[in-house]
DNA sequence: CCGATTTTGTGCACGCATTCACAAAGTCGT
DNA sequence: ACGACTTTGTGAATGCGTGCACAAAATCGG
């Protein structure tokens, strides 16, 4: 018994590249590839050819041996998993430059969401028209999220304001919210947040930037450098923050 | 012999984690905390304490037992880490509404950023400003990237122009690019490219929301829904691409 | 100076994710 | 109709990340 198709437990990893793959496919699509195998789409997608069918075998048994999988077909069962196939409203909270991109942004990211109102907390900005919508005042959020079904809030306030907001979008049934603030928002378990953070991003990038110097530095010089350089912070361009060290004597550490 | 204190090697995750650290970190430095303990800190940061100290770990023995971290101290330390003690030059492509948003960023993310200059392919845009900055045209990218010594490129183009801005950057000499366009970048090995994606962020929301909505009205109904419904696609209310079976008899595909 | 208390740093076990490698399953040419 | 070939789907091995639980280290009160 149990034949169990596709009943339950994608793996979190295999669903966040489904975007991916769904978008290589669309891309093969537009230029009138009908079939495609799992070798050619993950070079596509940018991942290993195992990976991508393990990924898809976990939305069912949809290639064909010996050919590999039909474009349109698979991308009608992503669009499905993902839930694609309904529309999605989409509430976005703050119309300042970034705010204001997202609303413009074409299409809104690709089908499946649809911008249902902006809203914003400065008086100036309330009643003026940002694409085709007007923008609400915050103070209206619930009446309007209720009445507008919306699914997702999309917070694009400064971080001083992304915690209230979020309480408030929570309040008013929202539990899918995308965070544009630089800020860790606390929310029930019930509520599922993600985070886009350009300045993680970039810190992150500078991490490897820095390594990368680094390296060339040591490959340049002979010198193998000890580890004073690295206990004496001072030694950098730019002292940010005089470290002023935490009382702590000899302490070499094991 | 061999001390190594943080010679090498910190994971992947943690390093992804430290700049939200460092966040939570100067938000209390602000608020005039000076110590602070690897829960508290944990709680401000959403995540596990033993998980906070670990990654701590990698970069040193930064803490004082019975004590915890000090603030300033531990700033520094991250900081540094990062490469945050010297000062990027950023190059933006493409100043279209995303661009300027992140043009116009105060700031630029935290400090050690600094925007040294924006491009764009569009005559209209080109020699107009962007909040203190001309908008140059695209073909001086190589030689302005190398006056300005930029580090870190970011592409906020349309995704058709993206791969071709890419290659330009790399050609430049930029090994750090922080991609906005919808598009898997294909670049040497020796560059890093980290990705942000709107359209990826809300679709996993979505498969998440409609797994929440499944399993409510599952919840409500009594019966339990058999594998039929899943297999019929047209059940579903925004039937966007009409599944077009594959030739595939009566698998049931064990 | 010592013992109670706090909190770090980390060994260890567990679970998830990735990748290899191969059998199963299909296609295509003859 | 059959055999060679292609490509999927997946068992199994390996590696990485997480979190518990505890010893080591430091403070503080008496």
Redesign the interface.
């Known amino acids: 018994m149990r034949?169990?198709?596709?009943?339950d437990g994608i793996p979190e990893a295999s669903?966040?590249r489904?975007?991916?793959y769904?978008?290589?496919l669309q891309s093969l699509a537009d230029q009138g590839v009908t079939t495609v195998s799992s070798h050619q789409l993950a070079i596509?997608?940018?991942v290993n050819p195992a990976k991508l069918r393990k990924d898809l075998s976990h939305l069912?048994?949809?290639g064909?041996r010996g050919v590999g999988y039909?474009v349109?077909?698979l991308?009608?069962?992503i669009?499905?998993?993902?839930?694609?196939?309904?529309?999605?409203a989409?509430a976005i909270v703050g119309v300042?430059?970034?705010g204001?991109?997202?609303a413009?942004?074409g299409g809104f990211?690709?089908?499946?969401?649809q911008i249902a109102c902006l809203f914003d907390a400065d008086p100036r900005q309330i009643g003026t028209r940002v694409g085709h919508h007007v923008v609400h005042d915050i103070a209206d959020l619930e009446r309007i999220v209720v009445e507008k079904r919306v699914?997702?809030g999309v917070i694009a306030t400064p971080a001083a304001a992304a915690q209230q907001v979020c309480d408030r979008l929570v309040a008013a049934g929202i539990?899918?919210?995308?965070n544009f603030a630089?800020?860790?928002l606390?929310v029930p378990p019930t509520v599922?947040v993600?985070k886009?953070?350009?300045?993680?991003?970039?810190?992150?990038?500078?991490?490897?930037?820095?390594?990368?110097a680094l390296s060339e530095l040591e490959a340049l010089d002979v010198i193998d450098y000890p580890?004073i350089e690295?206990?004496d912070?001072r030694a950098?361009?730019?002292?940010?923050?005089p470290?002023?060290?935490?009382r702590?004597v000899a302490?070499?550490?094991r």
Chains 1, 2 share one sequence.
Do not use: K, M
């Not at 539990?175 to 995308?178: F, H, K, N, T, Y």
């Not at 886009?196 to 990368?212: G, N």
């Open positions: 034949p169990r198709n596709t009943t669903i966040a489904l975007p991916v769904l978008r290589a596509a997608a940018g069912g048994s949809y064909t039909e349109d077909y991308i009608y069962q669009s499905r998993e993902l839930g694609l196939t309904q529309d999605w989409v300042g430059n970034l204001r991109a997202l413009n942004y990211a690709s089908r499946g969401f699914a997702i539990r899918s919210i995308l630089p800020t860790v606390s599922e993600r886009v953070d350009l300045s993680t991003e970039l810190q992150i990038l500078a991490f490897h930037a820095q390594r990368r580890d690295r206990l912070p950098v361009s730019r002292a940010d923050e470290p002023d060290r935490p702590r302490g070499v550490s």
